[in-house]
């Protein structure tokens, strides 16, 4: 049975750093694209970043570009989002996603098959 935990999140202040969680139960986590997407109550979800399957190359929005990175662990099955310089407009529930490897890295969640249950991060002094 293919599963993905995240864990990691909670509050902290205006500033500072987490590093999320994603550990993969059912398949191999290396092989697949795994993307990072966050919703924000009243918005829709939205791509964070993600990390290809095939040749570990990775993309960021915008938004947190230079300030998130990504990285997987595949002695555990695990891939990370350290996020770091964490602003209010970060809170939301964060979430990693699955699919089979493409050639073309996309933030699109409707592109991905497999989800977590979310793990919920919350910026504010």
């Known amino acids: 049975q293919v599963q993905l935990v995240e864990s990691g999140g909670g509050l902290v202040q205006p500033g500072g750093s987490l590093r999320l969680s994603c550990a993969a139960s059912?398949?191999?986590?290396?092989?697949?694209?795994i993307g990072w997407f966050r919703q924000a109550p009243g918005k829709e979800r939205e791509g964070v970043s993600c990390?290809?399957?095939?040749?570990?190359?990775?993309y960021f929005a915008d938004s947190v570009k230079g300030r998130f990175t990504i990285s997987r662990d595949n002695a555990k099955n695990t891939v990370y989002l350290q996020m770091n310089s964490l602003k209010p407009e970060d809170t939301g529930v964060y979430y990693c996603?699955?699919?089979?490897?493409?050639?073309?890295?996309?933030?699109?969640?409707?592109?991905?098959?497999?989800w977590g249950q979310g793990t919920q991060v919350t910026v504010s002094s």
């Open positions: 990390i290809s399957g095939s040749d570990g190359s990775t």
């Open positions: 996603a699955a699919r089979t490897p493409s050639a073309v890295a996309s933030l699109v969640p409707d592109l991905y098959d497999y």
């Open positions: 059912g398949f191999t986590l290396d092989y697949y694209d």
